[in-house]
């Protein structure tokens, strides 16, 4: 292994984790406008041009403000809730192929900071990872409040986990590979797995809201029940890390349904680009491929939460266990019954 490739990873995941940090920062602002374009207001206006420099407004109020901690012997579970929540939702982003490969003074540069054959088993485990940073700082907190909103958190996302990890065995039975870079080349053109799979797509969609803990799936931390739930009683930025992490995890969620369903940073007349401009412009274009498709599945997430209102709980585990999993179960048997017949 040569410095040179050692220093293009370090590069490539520093680059990773800031864009997935200004998206989170700037999802912040777009809820707002988001929830302001469909409410017919106008939404943030003040701190620059249409409200842009809001999200660092925010950000320094978080930083300025008064730590508060609860009166409880785990200070040390305290701090380490938020911590495991943010770090859960940032390494999940290591295996996502954000483009093809650029040319650069000689050397190709694959645009994924690791290419493994597990890639979903990783994203995976790092997602079921998340839920502890919430379990562990709701009940840190010495709150019944939070300790509701924790409870809740975790009985949802393992939940929703079956669901989803069960409609991903259909798509992975027609990929045949779990590496992310497999599946976003086998959509080359516009051959993308939503077609194909529209129901794991669907399944997959709706268990995203509920990892994320998004509307109308935000039971954990439902206001007009637990004041706040899991993060009633963080303050400053320990708050803010749980904030960021949300969406954070709705970012790499989008990134994650464009990458598996449709075609990642793969468009039409990809080949063409790549003939007549060459790798680079190419895959520049690839890659701005990837972030419309993300930004879309965003403005989505973000269009949902002001529209549909929230579930009751038994409503939510309902459709998790009685809806959901059957259908995915059926998924499997459909597919695998039109791969034996189309073989």
């Known amino acids: 292994m040569d410095s040179a490739f050692i220093i293009e990873k370090s590069v490539l995941i520093v680059v990773v984790f800031a864009v997935t940090m200004i998206m989170a920062m700037y999802s912040t602002w777009a809820e707002r406008k988001v929830a302001a374009f469909l409410q017919d207001r106008v939404g ?21 403000k008064e730590e508060f901690e609860p009166n409880t012997k785990n ?48 994203i995976f485990a790092v997602v079921s990872i998340g839920v502890y940073g ?11 409040f939070s300790l509701m909103g924790a ?51 669907l399944i997959f969609l709706i268990c995203a809201f509920a990892e994320t803990n998004r509307t109308p799936f935000d039971l ?11 993060h009633t009683e963080y303050s400053s930025m ?14 790499i969620s989008s990134t994650i349904i464009a990458v598996l369903f449709f075609g990642g940073y793969n468009y039409p007349g990809m080949g063409w680009a790549v003939e007549h401009w060459g790798v680079n412009i190419a895959n520049v274009i690839g890659i701005g491929a990837l972030f419309a498709k993300l930004c879309f599945f965003i403005f989505f997430f973000m ?20 809806i959901l999993i059957p259908l995915s179960i059926f998924n499997i048997i459909i597919t695998g019954i039109c791969i034996l017949a189309f073989k």
């Open 238 to 251: 320990k708050m803010g890390f749980y904030l960021f992490a949300e969406y954070a995890n709705m970012f």
């Open 303 to 322: 269009w949902i939460r002001w529209t549909i209102p929230r579930f009751r709980y038994d409503q939510l585990m309902n459709l998790g266990w009685k």
């Open 75 to 122: 200070k040390f579970l305290f701090f380490l809730g938020p911590a495991i929540a943010m770090s859960a939702a940032l390494m999940t982003s290591a295996v996502i192929p954000w483009g093809d490969k650029l040319e650069i003074f000689g050397r190709t540069v694959q645009l994924q900071a690791t290419d493994t054959d597990s890639a979903l088993l990783y």
């Open 220 to 230: 954990a931390e439902c206001e007009s029940e637990l004041i706040g739930g899991y």
């Open 44 to 64: 943030p206006n003040r701190a620059g041009w249409g409200g842009l420099f809001q999200p660092l407004a925010d950000g320094m109020k978080l930083f300025a």
């Open 134 to 144: 919430i379990m562990i700082g709701g009940w840190a907190s010495n709150n019944k």
């Open 151 to 201: 409870v809740r958190a975790a009985s949802q996302m393992v939940s929703y986990e079956i669901a989803m990890g069960l409609s991903m065995i259909a798509l992975l039975m027609m990929t045949g590979t779990l590496s992310l870079k497999e599946i976003s080349a086998q959509q080359y053109g516009f051959h993308w797995n939503a077609f194909y799979q529209p129901l794991s797509f």
